[in-house]
Nanobody
């Protein structure tokens, strides 16, 4: 059974840093693209960052480029999001995501439970 469990959220002052982690299990982590999304109150869930299975291809939303860094450990089956220079507008619930295509060709979208990040003075 696929499981994604986020951790590391919390309350931080503007300009501060947080490191989110997502522990994955129940699938062959090393062959799947992993993503981070976030959802602020009253807004739709939005893409934050993506990392290829090998970790060599990475992309970010324009709003976080230069401040956030995504990484993965294919031995520990974790994907991380280092968030620096945090702004109040980064306040959201952050979700880990992967999409897995089953043997029948059906794509399944998996999400963690989310971790709350609040940036406030």
């Amino acid at each position: 059974q696929v499981q994604l469990v986020e951790s590391g959220g919390g309350l931080v002052q503007p300009g501060g840093s947080l490191r989110l982690s997502c522990a994955a299990s129940g699938f062959t982590f090393s062959i799947y693209v992993m993503k981070w999304y976030r959802q602020a109150p009253g807004k739709e869930r939005e893409f934050v960052a993506v990392i290829a299975p090998s970790g060599t291809i990475i992309n970010y939303a324009d709003s976080v480029k230069g401040r956030f860094t995504i990484s993965r450990d294919n031995v520990k089956n974790t994907v991380n999001l280092q968030m620096n220079s945090l702004k109040p507008e980064d306040t959201a619930v952050y979700y880990c995501n992967t999409d897995i295509t089953g043997v029948d060709g059906t794509r399944h979208r998996y999400w963690g439970q989310g971790t709350q990040v609040t940036v406030s003075s």
